[in-house]
Structure formats: C-alpha cells, structure tokens
C-alpha cells in the first residue's frame, strides 16, 4: 500500500511569490489533513477534508492560505503571497476512519518550504 | 501558555536504558492520547494510542495516561540505536474532531 505522498519535498521562493504544495492521500481514505510546522514551534493542524469537503478549517492563518480537493482525491494547498514567516514544514495526513477509535493518522514526509 | 508541554531535550541514553518520555496538557477536555516518532526529513508515524487513564503495553513500548493530573508518559524499555528519533505526544478532544494538537517533541538519542 502506497503511502501518503507529498510534492515538492522542498521548495524555495521570494516573498510574494506563489507555491501551490500536493498532497495524495492513501488510497481510499476519505479523510485528508493539513498541518504544518514552522522554525521552533510545534506541529499545528490547518484543516481536515472530509471528501471534498472542508471539514474544519479552524487552524488556517489567513486568507492567503487556500486549500482544495477536487474530486475527493488528492488536494493541494497555495499559498498566495507567500510571506517569510510560511517558512516551515507543512505536512499532509490521512486517515481512513474519522470516528472509530483507534483509526490512526498516516502522515506523507512533508514540504519544506522556504520563504527568502 | 501552550496547551501541551513536553521537554524538547536532547535526551541521550546509552543503549539498552529505559527511557522516559513525558508531556503535560492543560485542557481536559483531550481524551485521545498519542505517541508519534519522527526520524529526520521523515513525517510523524504513530507509535501509541490510548483513550483511557491507565497504562498500554505495545512490545518494547509502554504509554501511559494519568488524566487525572494530565500527564502522559512513554516508556521504551531495552532502548536501541534505531530508537533515535525525535518522539511526538499528540491529543485530541472527543468531539469525533480528528484535529491533533502537539508537544513540541522531544529528540532521542540512543548511544550504541
């Protein structure tokens, strides 16, 4: 079973520049995550797709941020002007289950993006 | 004040020690606890889960809840080199919300 698979696993741009980051989750898993971690701080969740559906999005900073999953498959997240302080990893889970215990979080390895 | 704390280390160990990996929260509203190991440029992959206070065994690995003074433990026993790694406590609230929240970790060096 293929895993959760991120790209680009690194990318560098200026600020104000646009990055769009792919995520594809594991086959058949309905629930998609976003989470990211910046320089010294710990990993915080962005949002959760159910489907194509935006679930939470609590955890999304602002309005540069925009994250979609068309057809229910993979999703993409752009970051549109990128500012310094988006530097960070940004990570992508799934899950196959959302309410039954014990159904865990398969994380992908993550973007690195840096914003110069 | 953040809502989970945990000890960013480093911790070293000689090979075969017992380690002691801990985190404090401060909600109690989290009920689902759990234990990640990150290795370098890799994403986190779930090491325990538990949802009740009390201990879980898992071969070398043991977690433990105490909800009462919201504390959470991993214990590894007969630790190796392929241990290294930095290890993540997450939580999260009993709302069907799959949202985790995060320690900020603690990187692990085992000594061979």
């Known amino acids: 079973e293929a895993g959760v698979t991120q790209f680009p696993s690194h990318s560098v741009i200026e600020k104000g520049q646009t990055v769009t980051l792919r995520c594809d989750p594991i086959s058949g898993h309905d629930n998609l995550y976003w989470y990211r971690r910046v320089m010294g701080k710990e990993i915080k969740f962005l949002l959760h797709?159910?489907?194509?559906?935006?679930?939470?999005e609590s955890g999304m900073p602002n309005n540069r941020f925009l994250a979609e999953r068309t057809g229910g498959t993979y999703s993409t997240l752009k970051v549109q002007p990128a500012e310094l302080e988006d530097s960070g990893v940004y990570f992508c889970?799934?899950?196959?289950?959302?309410?039954?215990?014990?159904?865990?979080?398969?994380f992908g390895n993550g973007t690195r993006l840096t914003v110069t | 004040q953040k809502e989970v704390e945990q000890d960013p280390g480093p911790l070293s160990v000689p090979e075969g020690a017992i380690v002691s990996l801990n985190c404090t929260y401060s909600?109690?509203?989290?009920?689902?606890f759990m234990w990640y190991r990150q290795y370098s440029r890799k994403g986190p992959e779930l090491l325990m889960y538990t949802y009740s206070s009390g201990n879980k065994e898992d071969g070398r690995f043991t977690a433990q809840v105490d909800k009462s003074s919201k504390y959470i433990s991993l214990f590894i026993r007969d630790s190796q080199p392929s241990d290294s790694a930095t290890y993540l406590c997450a939580m999260s609230r009993d709302t069907g919300r799959r949202a985790l929240t995060f320690g900020s970790g603690t990187r692990l060096q085992v000594q061979p």
């Open positions: 909600n109690s509203a989290f009920q689902y």
């Open positions: 797709f159910v489907k194509e559906s935006k679930q939470d």
């Open positions: 889970a799934s899950s196959q289950d959302l309410f039954r215990r014990g159904s865990p979080l398969h």
